[in-house]
């Protein structure tokens, strides 16, 4: 009996789907701790794939090796991008921006892109990947686009929609969305400006600001607003962003 069970348990593991990680990136807490916002885990375990938010590390060898055995990449939100990055000078509106972040979030959607893993790119997230990739941002929307829509509640409330963006056809965004126009969150004040190589623009609100890109393959998505809080907050239909990132990374896995 004891053979019979030691026999049929391997067997028993190979049919089993195996759950894909999901690499969350991370902030720091208040005591220097690897931190992300529990709505991001919810959002993988909802979509069937197992969230890790992931170490922090400043040197290229240590994001790769933080990066071994994770299948698929989110890169969160959080404060502004150093204009160095895209070679500008700070904009008086520039936020506050986050040093040891930048150099993390670079290496990580750079060596995950490189090692063609999904990625889904949130708010700074999208921010960041565009920018990795040789694009711009513009440093502060209320300043340098006029007649731009609100972007950014002044009570902070993340997630209440608040503009609606269309939707290009034949993108991530429209299989997801399944409809041409669609309402969205919106917690930022930089957004994409020149888009980099190899990107397409796939959702934009009405005062043209770019809302989500994607690579050309589409295993690459970033989205300006917040879909992890939407879903929280019962937007149902942001589900399939998570979900094809978690069957993205069981795809490379066969
Ligand atoms: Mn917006």
């Known amino acids: 009996m004891l053979l019979l069970l030691l026999a049929a348990g391997p067997v028993r593991a190979q049919l089993l789907p195996s759950k894909p990680v999901v690499g969350i990136s991370a902030a720091r807490s208040e005591h220097g701790q690897p931190y992300a916002p529990q709505v991001y885990a919810d ?36 404060e502004d991008i150093d204009p160095s990055y895209y070679g500008e000078r700070p904009h008086p509106g520039l936020g506050r921006v986050s040093p040891w972040r930048d150099t993390y979030d670079l290496l990580l959607v750079r060596c995950a892109v490189g090692r063609g893993m999904p990625v889904l790119a949130v708010c700074r997230g999208v921010q960041v990947l565009n920018v990795a990739f040789g694009g711009s941002l513009w440093q502060d929307i209320p300043a340098q686009i006029p007649g731009a829509v609100q972007h950014m509640r002044r009570d902070g409330e993340p997630n209440i929609a608040m503009h609606p963006v269309a939707i290009a056809a034949g993108s991530l965004m429209r299989r997801v969305a399944g409809v041409p126009e669609i309402f969205v969150n919106s917690a930022h004040h930089q957004s994409v400006k020149g888009l980099a190589p190899g990107f397409r623009v796939t959702a934009t609100a009405p005062d043209g600001v770019v809302e989500a890109i994607e690579m050309f393959d ?26 094809n990132l978690v069957s993205a990374a069981r795809l490379k896995d066969n």
């Open 218 to 243: 589409r295993r690459v998505v970033g989205v300006q607003f917040h879909p992890e809080r939407m879903l929280s907050a019962g937007d149902l239909w942001v589900l399939p962003l998570f979900q």
């Open 43 to 78: 959002a993988v375990v909802r979509a069937g794939g197992e969230p890790r938010v992931l170490a922090i590390a400043e040197c290229d060898s240590t994001v790769r090796h933080i990066l071994d055995g994770v299948d698929a990449l989110i890169l969160t939100g959080g």
